[in-house]
T-cell receptor, first 111, second 115 residues
Framework: GENVEQHPSTLSVQEGDSAVIKCTYS??????FPWYKQELGKGPQLIID?????GEKKDQRIAVTLNKTAKHFSLHITETQPEDSAVYFC??????????FGQGTRLTINP | GAVVSQHPSRVICKSGTSVKIECRSL??????MFWYRQFPKQSLMLMAT?????????EQGVEKDKFLINHASLTLSTLTVTSAHPEDSSFYIC???????????FGSGTRLTVV
């Protein structure tokens, strides 16, 4: 089955700098890759997603890139702000519906 | 956008009792719902997948008789933790998707504490 590896597990950046989180997946048939932000005590919230027919997608300060050949995708957050501090999860869809999550990255933005 | 309402947000129960968690899709028909369990500082672990009107499909290692899932309508799924024990204490999260859609909307989670 699908296996998603996420790095780093923790990331600390200065406010205003950029943050990059990377994920690799194993199943070349996976075709949907969402990123979620989870704040303490809350459920995950979708922040951006990308499908396999696209190489890059951007939404204001957030962007995701996908390299199907290498089977990896990355989340880029620019001009980071304190409210960006949270745990971020990448995921890939396995088969028809099942989402497989990465291990998560705890992002801390230092003022 | 799509909204999934999950209740209760927190529940404390005594060991041996049962607890029911509800998950409702408010503005779309959720043909499939997923239930996850999350331990502190860990990722989400899929427990089961349920399609409306069908029996849930449980992941390996998840006890179907302990974690009862009902998905009787297109907008409501429930997870009942039966005969709860302290080791069942965890954060439970539901997710819903619509037929043919790629979107997965998550509920806000339920913190279960068994004492």
């Amino acid at each position: 089955g699908e296996n998603v590896e996420q790095h780093p597990s923790t990331l600390s950046v200065q406010e205003g700098d950029s943050a990059v989180i990377k994920c690799t997946y194993s199943d070349s048939a996976s075709n949907y890759f969402p990123w979620y932000k989870q704040e303490l005590g809350k459920g995950p919230q979708l922040i951006i997603d990308i499908r396999s027919n696209v190489g890059e997608k951007k939404d204001q300060r957030i962007a995701v890139t996908l390299n199907k050949t290498a089977k990896h995708f990355s989340l880029h957050i620019t001009e980071t702000q304190p409210e960006d501090s949270a745990v971020y999860f990448c995921a890939a869809i396995q088969g028809a519906q099942k989402l497989v999550f990465g291990q998560g990255t705890r992002l801390t933005i230092n003022p | 956008g799509a909204v999934v309402s999950q209740h209760p947000s927190r529940v404390i129960c005594k060991s041996g009792t049962s607890v029911k968690i509800e998950c409702r899709s408010l503005d779309f028909q959720a043909t499939t719902m997923f239930w996850y369990r999350q331990f502190p500082k860990q990722s989400l672990m899929l427990m089961a997948t349920s399609n409306e009107g069908s029996k849930a499909t449980y992941e390996q290692g998840v006890e179907k008789d302990k974690f009862l899932i009902n998905h009787a309508s297109l907008t409501l799924s429930t997870l009942t933790v039966t005969s709860a024990h302290p080791e069942d204490s965890s954060f439970y999260i539901c997710s819903a998707s619509a037929l043919g859609g790629y979107g997965y909307t998550f509920g806000s989670g339920t913190r279960l504490t068994v004492v």
